[in-house]
């Protein structure tokens, strides 16, 4: 019957797991892929894409990619983010080779540097052109670092309206979140962000590949976040007795300063133990949608794991925001010094 309809692969290669790759762009996003190398992300390939070789060279992933060799000569682009856009014609072929072969395709990158601003937005607009879907992440530079440097604030102001542009998702974390983990040692905090990509990488996967007892597969998952915009994440853990605590705990937590839009939307995947209760399951759902502000669309995956016991966790993405953290990081030139 397939092969009347022009298909001629059999159900079981139709019916094969998804593919996923989770690709660090520059030396931020590569670091961030290496960590979460660390947490394990099983089936998903990592990636590596820099103009800096010798950033590369110390990445333990087998798959990278050098790009812009012959402008950059394998060191990097000094936050010309220009110069990279310029050089990816020399290495698009190499690079959508290798991506191609993928469906879900996460991309990380800061948006302060070079490389990876540049990356971004390329990348999502060549993978929408095929079949993939791209899920890119970009973190927003420290505030500290844009003030005292025009560059990075010419390269997120850049990236971002080329993303903006495009439509389509985009998460955004800000790393002047991670302030409030000041007295931790800088690996450490960054550790706090990398749980956050580490739990949407997971939680996606775990949708997408084991349709809970509520089915959402990688269509929906597709169209829902499609259609999403400017997002960022939200997670978080509670007893299952304080389930209504979860989302507000949740979005005050967010590595992002935003207000919920006129229409909201979110992803949320939540995770309980063999206790989990439609009762309990409810008074969150109640709660998300409360403090959600009524979204127009909530997705949900749900997973029974018995090693949770008494906990209950969720990570969200929610999207139709209003992103105060990029307005202040682009916005907040040198103050004028008042006149005396
Ligand atoms: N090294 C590092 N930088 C981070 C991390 N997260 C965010 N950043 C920010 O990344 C920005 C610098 O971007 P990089 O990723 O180093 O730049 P790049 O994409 O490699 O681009 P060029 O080196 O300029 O070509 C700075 O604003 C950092 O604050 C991280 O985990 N590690
Ligand atoms: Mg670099």
Known sequence: MFAAAGIDRSWADLGKPTSFAIVGLGGAGSEAVRDLLGLEIPGVRPL?????????????????????????????????????????????EEILRQLRSYEVVFLLAALG???????????????????????????LPFQVEVASNAGRRDSVRAALRELEGMGGLLLLLANEKLRRFESLPIHR??????????????????????????????????????????ATLFRGEVHVSEVERLVPQALRESLLDFELGAKPRALVHIEGG???????????????R????????????TRIRPDSRELVRLVGVVSGIEVASTHRLLDDGPRPVPAR
């Open 189 to 230: 905090a960054l550790a706090v962000r990398n749980a956050y990509l580490h739990d949407l990488v997971t939680s996606l996967v775990d949708m997408i590949e084991n349709p809970s007892q509520l089915n959402v597969d990688l269509a929906t998952v597709r169209r829902h976040l499609s259609g999403s915009g400017m």
């Open 290 to 301: 409360h403090h959600l502000h009524e979204p127009d669309e909530l997705l949900l995956g």
């Open 113 to 139: 540097g070079g490389t990876g601003s540049a990356l971004l937005p390329y990348l999502v607009r060549e993978l929408r052109e095929s079949d993939a879907f791209p899920v890119p992440v970009g973190f």
């Open 274 to 288: 063999s206790n989990l209760t439609l009762g309990t399951l409810d008074r969150l759902l109640m709660s998300a």
């Open 48 to 92: 590596a894409i820099n103009t800096d070789a010798g950033h590369l060279e110390r990445m333990p992933i087998d798959r990278r990619i050098l790009i812009g060799h012959r402008t950059f000569r394998g060191r990097g682009s000094g936050g010309d983010r220009e110069a990279v856009l310029r050089s990816l014609e020399e290495s698009r």
